[in-house]
């Protein structure tokens, strides 16, 4: 329940922050004005000794999210994402968080399996293994199936998970509505959406039969793709709180040298797995929005298994189309197209000039071209161009950052794969046949086809739906509702800090 008691769970926090070194980690990053700084010293420092500890061998923010628990944890990891939110340095402090707690028992899990699917685990389920992994949210038990001995992995949410996100999350927007009231220039960083991001992001993972969905559907898009697949869902072992695949049986991509004794071609692999990342991007507008090493394994025969479903990027095909021109255009370095197809987009504001944005375009691809095609870099080329249209009034697009992320991680996991590897070759055959396949005039026929077919269906209402739309931009919107209580909460919880500060440092002088 969001309300004034989440100020003490604030405080909490700040003295977490402050003991752990985090709390100037965080405001550094976010630029803070000196009102909000105040702010949040005076609500940690006389409290630090409340703080959690935490392990001093990991960074301050890090160090901070892991001991304040799996709601801070999961936070730090979509933050990870959000690099115009928290700065390039704390993403990539952010992006390497720990997420291994210590594990709940055994029992505990079965006794989860038993009330949510009405069964008896030890009748359905045979050499059920103690947790293999224990993550933020859920832990993962090998077992095999009795009616058949195949081997699957049964991930089973945390006990009491969901409240304890509640609660966190209600604090979260508290801490949100202050940064917006006691710093205005921090709006343009939207911190009460980025809230509301994470909330959609935690309630997805919060519910694995959503997660299950999302296996089942990335299964399909790929299920022709030769050299990768994904486990299979078993739909009868899973539940709200309980999901049962196929167990990925192969070597981590992590591992060279077991990849090498095995006789893998890593420099294929390397190829391969770009690839697929692009062709699932651009192709089906729903790809794997965590393909790191530790979610990517080699089986025996070489094909590539992704498992691990609980974030995954989807962009309209709109937006496809968009991103797969910007990527040919920076391929073939016509910058001037670059930015036509920015300002055709709506990207940036129509009042800018476009020569300027393409020379400005060019400063951030010449350099790049002009390295050795050994170091060229897609994910620093995306860097670089949210910065170019940062500057030129480009809005922040939640969907191209997770997409830049991913672009970056899986670049990063073919490199550890092929040092040597030319990005834009790779890259370069799915980009061009995607533009072909969806820009040339096959698609126009495609799409004033589906035009067509959509104004059938919707005929008969059509008149009704423009009257209803004409009506509704004529009227004004109704304002927004606010809590009267919440200006004076902060101010009087402000005033309470720096009152006990004050009080301490008094003390301490006499």
């Given at each position: 329940m969001r309300g004034p008691h989440n100020i003490w769970r604030l405080i909490r926090t700040g003295a977490t922050l402050e003991r752990t070194g985090a709390m100037r980690v965080v405001l550094d990053a976010f630029d803070a004005p000196p009102s909000l700084r105040a702010a949040a010293r005076a609500l940690g420092w006389p409290f630090k000794w409340l703080g959690y500890k935490g392990d001093p061998a990991m960074p301050p923010a890090t160090r901070a999210l892991t001991a304040l628990g799996p709601a801070y944890i999961k936070f730090g990891q979509v933050l990870s994402t959000r690099p115009d939110v928290v700065g390039d340095e704390l993403a990539d402090q952010l992006r390497v968080l720990q997420d291994k707690l210590p594990p709940f028992p055994i029992e505990v899990a079965k006794a989860t399996l038993a009330r949510e699917l009405g069964v008896d685990p030890d009748g359905v389920f045979m050499d059920f293994s103690p947790p293999v992994a224990a993550a933020s949210i859920a832990q993962v038990h090998k077992a095999r199936l009795a009616v058949n001995g195949e081997a699957v992995a049964v991930k089973v949410l945390r006990p009491r998970i969901e409240s304890a996100f509640r609660r966190d999350i209600d604090a979260f927007y508290l801490a949100a509505r202050m940064i917006e009231i006691l710093s205005p220039s921090s709006r343009r960083l939207r911190p009460m959406d980025v809230i509301a991001h994470f909330e959609g992001v935690v309630k997805g993972e919060l519910d694995l039969r959503l997660e299950s969905s999302a296996a089942s559907e990335f299964t399909d898009n790929t299920r022709g793709d030769k050299g990768f697949r994904t486990p299979k869902v078993v739909w009868p072992l899973s539940a709200k709180r309980v999901m049962t695949l196929g167990w990925a049986e192969g070597i981590p991509m992590g591992d060279n040298a077991a990849l090498d004794a095995a006789g893998h071609d890593r420099k294929a692999l390397s190829e391969r797995v770009l690839q697929l990342f692009l062709l699932h991007a651009l192709r089906d507008g729903?790809?794997?929005?965590?393909?790191?090493?530790?979610?990517?394994?080699?089986?025996?025969?070489?094909?590539?298994?992704?498992?691990?479903?609980?974030?995954?990027?989807?962009?309209?095909?709109?937006?496809?189309?968009?991103?797969?021109?910007?990527?040919?255009?920076?391929?073939?370095?016509?910058?001037?197209?670059?930015?036509?197809?920015?300002?055709?987009?709506?990207?940036?504001?129509?009042?800018?000039?476009?020569?300027?944005?393409?020379?400005?375009?060019?400063?951030?691809g010449e350099p790049i071209f002009g390295m050795d095609a050994t170091r060229i870099s897609m994910g620093r080329l995306l860097n670089y161009l949210f910065e170019v249209t940062e500057r030129f009034g480009m809005e922040t697009r939640t969907e191209l950052l997770l997409l830049q992320r991913t672009m970056v991680v899986v670049e990063g996991v073919a490199r550890s794969l092929n040092p040597q590897m030319n990005i834009w070759e790779v890259a370069q055959p799915v980009v061009e046949d995607y533009i072909k396949n969806s820009i040339g005039p096959r698609a126009v026929a495609s799409d004033l086809a589906r035009t067509a077919k959509v104004l059938t269906r919707f005929g008969p209402r059509l008149p009704g739906l423009v009257e209803a739309a004409l009506i509704r931009q004529a009227s004004p919107p109704p304002p927004r509702p606010r809590a009267p209580w919440i200006r004076p909460a902060l101010w009087a919880a402000f005033g309470g800090a720096l009152g006990a500060s004050l009080a301490v440092g008094a003390g301490s002088l006499f």
């Open positions: 729903y790809f794997h929005g965590d393909m790191h090493q530790g979610n990517l394994k080699v089986a025996p025969n070489g094909d590539i298994i992704a498992y691990d479903f609980g974030i995954m990027g989807q962009i309209d095909e709109y937006t496809r189309r968009v991103y797969a021109e910007i990527l040919f255009g920076f391929i073939r370095r016509d910058y001037k197209r670059v930015a036509e197809v920015h300002f055709e987009a709506g990207y940036v504001p129509a009042d800018r000039d476009v020569d300027e944005f393409a020379r400005a375009l060019r400063s951030v």
